[in-house]
């Protein structure tokens, strides 16, 4: 059986009872990290504290390992249990449906065991899940790279007056250019998109394409590490954000649309203003 577990935001304790049952009938357990990053990160200290709450040895699984290595999960999962852990929600990234969907071409039982995703953790800002358009994701632009593709997305769902969560990009374990050309692999130090290089990239493509989709006016809401006990979420136009330190990562953005009352009322906790009063208090 192949159990494919959500983590939920925060730290190793926001698993559910249903999940941490799962993980103690298993007999590997690997933890999936290049899509998402709890808390305290994956470094070793990280994924201890997780093998000690869960009382397993966890492989740590990057994007080369799930890539490479699907096949040889898969059979063990055929013979065995095993754990697949997702930080978030396993579906709260599109990267998962097609191991469970490998996993079932291959008749292998799969058991999915949801938890919170980053896909809902932004209703804490009062924007009403139900009135956002399709999610962007933003890659690190390049000096010979900078893909302009989710324009039209925005452009879209602001033409509907739908809210747009941004994803920010990560770069875990990237073979670094240089090193795939001389055939031997050194990877870049791991890099997470912040709310300031996302703001910086839209305006930069808003200004490169002109059609006035929205501009540094447009207000928007950041947030910086959900769920967890430090979690910032701050609304102001982008020109204010972009003064803000949203401090560690992860940082996800949304550009927000029209709004209802209900929706101002519960925004107002979380301007800048009201930010830095808290601040002040600190
Ligand atoms: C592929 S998505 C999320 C996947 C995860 N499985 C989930 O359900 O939450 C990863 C992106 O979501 C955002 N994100 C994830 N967790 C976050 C958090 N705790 N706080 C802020 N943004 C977060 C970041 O922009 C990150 O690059």
Redo the contacts with the bound molecule.
């Keep these: 059986m192949l159990y494919v577990i959500?983590l939920g935001?925060?730290d190793e304790r926001d698993i559910t009872l249903k999940g941490l049952e799962a993980v103690k009938k298993c007999d590997k357990v690997y933890v999936e990290a290049y899509?998402?990053?709890l808390?305290f990160g994956l470094s070793s200290s990280g994924l201890s504290s997780l093998e000690e709450l869960y009382g397993k040895s966890i492989t740590l699984a990057d994007r080369e390992m799930v890539e490479e290595k699907v096949d040889d999960i898969l059979s063990e999962a055929r013979e065995s249990n095993v754990a697949f852990l997702?930080?978030?929600?396993?579906?709260?990234?599109?990267?998962?449906t097609d191991l469970v969907v490998r996993a079932k071409k291959l008749g292998v039982e799969v058991e999915v065991i949801h938890?919170?995703?980053?896909?809902n953790?932004?209703g804490l800002c009062g924007l009403q899940l139900y009135r956002y358009g399709e999610t962007i994701?933003l890659p690190f632009f390049t000096d010979t790279w900078r893909p302009d593709s989710f324009y039209e997305k925005i452009q879209s769902n602001r033409v509907l007056g739908l809210h747009t969560l941004?994803?920010?990009?990560?770069r875990v374990k990237e073979p670094s250019l240089e090193s795939l050309c001389r055939g031997r692999k050194q990877y870049e130090p791991p890099k997470?998109?912040t709310i300031g290089t996302a703001i910086e990239q839209l305006l930069e493509v808003e200004h490169s394409r002109g059609q006035s989709v929205y501009n540094e006016d447009t207000t928007c809401v950041g947030?910086?590490?959900?769920?967890?006990k430090d979690?910032m979420v701050v609304a102001g136009s982008m020109k204010e954000l972009l003064t803000v330190d949203f401090g560690a990562?992860?940082?996800?953005?949304v550009i927000v649309g029209k709004t209802h009352p209900v929706e101002e009322e519960m925004l107002e906790f979380y301007t800048l203003k009201e930010y830095l009063k808290s601040q002040k208090k600190t």
């Design positions: 959500g935001l925060g899509t998402s990053l808390s997702v930080v978030g929600d396993p579906f709260g990234a599109t990267t998962h938890n919170a995703s980053v896909m953790a932004v994701s941004c994803l920010l990009d990560i997470y998109m947030f910086a590490r959900l769920g967890s979690q990562p992860l940082h996800c953005l």
